[in-house]
Antibody
Framework: EVQLVESGGGLVQPGWSLRLSCAAS????????MHWVRQAPGKGLEWVSG????????GYADSVKGRFTISRDNAKNSLYLQMNSLRAEDTALYYC??????????????WGQGTMVTVSS | QSALTQPASVSGSPGQSITISCTGT?????????VSWYQQHPGKAPKLMIY???NRPSGVSNRFSGSKSGNTASLTISGLQAEDEADYYC?????????FGGGTKLTVL
């Protein structure tokens, strides 16, 4: 069964850092691009960042550029999101999403259940 | 990276057809054939319904169809069923990034 399990969320103060992880199973991880998508409470979806199969192509939303870093470890079947200088507006449920193939422009066909990040003093 | 524009809500009766629009610009929807649609039920993760403008993933009902004209993409659901009631989001690729629409709440009357 294809599965994505996010972890690492929690309550942090503004300005702090947090590292999210996504453990993948049930598919050949290094064949696919991967993404992070977030959803603030009661709001819509917002794409955060994406990474191609070999980390050769990476993209970020303007709202997180310079503060967040996406990475992957294909040997560990894992995706990561390092989040620095967190702000209240980063409060959201963060989803890990698998692309349908290996490029950044491939749609997101499998989603995890999300990990909640709350930024508050 | 401005959000794509979707109607906040649409509604229809069982058996009817509805269409949800998604308007962007020539830099996103109009510039690429990488438009996708996602269905999200309350408290659940999104589910891919349409990719690359008009393609359905395996397992998605053929009652769902997608199209695009210029800077506007559309999702049509025919033969509405109660289980179609959900939020729907469009998304478009744009130059190493993706942008989502604000979402449309579909109510089945």
């Amino acid at each position: 069964e294809v599965q994505l399990v996010e972890s690492g969320g929690g309550l942090v103060q503004p300005g702090w850092s947090l590292r999210l992880s996504c453990a993948a199973s049930g598919f050949t991880f290094d064949d696919y691009a991967m993404h992070w998508v977030r959803q603030a409470p009661g709001k819509g979806l917002e794409w955060v960042s994406g990474i191609s199969w070999n980390s050769g192509s990476i993209g970020y939303a303007d709202s997180v550029k310079g503060r967040f870093t996406i990475s992957r470890d294909n040997a560990k079947n894992s995706l990561y999101l390092q989040m620095n200088s967190l702000r209240a507006e980063d409060t959201a449920l963060y989803y890990c999403a698998k692309a349908s193939w290996n490029r950044l422009n491939d749609a997101f066909d499998i989603w995890g259940q999300g990990t909640m990040v709350t930024v508050s003093s | 990276q401005s959000a794509l524009t979707q109607p906040a809500s649409v509604s229809g009766s069982p058996g009817q057809s509805i269409t949800i629009s998604c308007t962007g610009t020539s830099s996103d929807v109009g510039g690429y054939n990488y438009v996708s649609w996602y269905q999200q039920h309350p408290g659940k993760a999104p589910k891919l319904m349409i990719y690359d403008v008009s393609n359905r993933p395996s397992g998605v009902s053929n009652r769902f169809s997608g199209s695009k004209s210029g800077n506007t993409a559309s999702l049509t659901i025919s033969g509405l069923q109660a289980e179609d009631e959900a939020d729907y989001y469009c998304s478009s690729y744009t130059s190493s990034s993706w942008v989502f629409g604000g979402g449309t709440k579909l109510t089945v009357l």
